[in-house]
């Protein structure tokens, strides 16, 4: 039901907020910065979780082991968060990235162009169309083929037992971990921080990463808690759902690191060419851009701090809501901020088409959770995490 409102809602929305503004000059930016916004926000909620499925089987965490399934639950959007991604991405290719991408505007790095630039011309060796597009197939490409790698060996434990399996996810667990490590840095420089094309920095993709790591954490202690009081997951215990919040408290501390040691370094270096896109963003959304960082730093440090605010299922439902919250509207000020500028800001199509993919995400989660059972069966370490206590 919860779907269905959420999905309803919307595309209610969503369309109230293209007729509202089907005419203004900016209308088609608009939307597509937004489709790119939910895109990459709900595809990195995938990713995240494939990335902590893996650093688990690297690390052969045993704790994990009964809310492994809800995991992988949340990995079985992977394949359409690529596919919504690809649909993007190739619109924007088209459309020679006159609207996101301006490096793709031959108009831009054409010395015989109207609008050429020197900057832009000069990168061209990395950001061009066929290298871009290349590096695009190579990130997605592997992502899926772990997933269907991580997806079918768990299936197959379940069957066979054993500990092989649990050495062979070992293996490729460090694997994806190696790969993960530069692409998740790298494709963030393509389908991000490329948007400001003279504007670099080099702790983007860790910050970038920090915030999907994060938002993962506290999609994943919701669903838990959600699948615990529909009485799905009667193995998870209060030191389960302690250890999940403590990895939603930590990540939310790695994030505000990053946003503080980028935003220092840059603000106190005072150049102008690096200090142009914190001037965008704080000349325009002052209020959204700090009010943010307040949220996704303040709100875990002062609520989650204690043993049993970790332990609170309202607790950890309303401060992870408001954390969801506070990381979606950091992606759109990253994506809008540098496509629209000053046009940019939050309405009827930014709200609607933020629950149009949260409705989606939720309702493709839910039935991946449905084709296992949601209690590994010959995982190794379930036994040691049956009895966690902490």
Partial sequence: MLTVILMGVGFLFTLIGVFMNMNDDHFITRFLSNFLVDSFFFFSIGLGALFFLALQYATETGWYATVKRVIEGLTGYLPYGILTMVIVLLTLTFMHG??????????????????????IAGKRPYLNEIFFWIRTIAYLGIYYMFYLGFKKRSLEEDRVGGTDIHFRNYRKGALFLVFFAVFSSTST??????????????????????????????????????????????????????????????????????????????????????????????????????????????????????????RNARILTLVGILIIAGHWTDVWIMISGGSLGANAHIGWMEIGMALLFAGVFIRIVLTKLTKAPLTPVNHPFLDESIHHDI
């Avoid at 831009?108 to 109207?114: C, I």
């Fill in 98 to 119: 006159d609207h996101i991408y301006i490096w793709m505007n031959p108009d831009y790095y054409s010395e015989s162009g109207h609008h050429y630039d020197k900057i």
């Fill in 189 to 310: 420089w393509d389908w991000i921080m490329s948007i400001d094309v003279h504007w670099f920095s080099t702790l983007f993709g860790w910050y970038v990463f920090a915030g999907m790591w994060c938002t993962t954490m506290t999609v994943l202690v919701i669903l838990v808690l959600y699948l615990k009081k529909q009485g799905y997951l009667p193995k998870v215990n209060d030191s389960h759902i302690h250890d999940i919040g403590k990895w939603t408290f930590a990540t939310s501390f790695l994030w505000s690191y990053m946003f503080f040691s980028q935003f220092m370094l840059i603000w106190y270096a005072n150049i102008p060419e690096e200090a142009t896109y914190f001037i965008t963003r704080i000349e325009e959304f002052k209020v959204l851009y700090f009010g943010m960082f307040f949220v996704n730093f303040a709100f875990p440090m002062l609520i989650l701090m204690s043993r049993d605010a970790k």
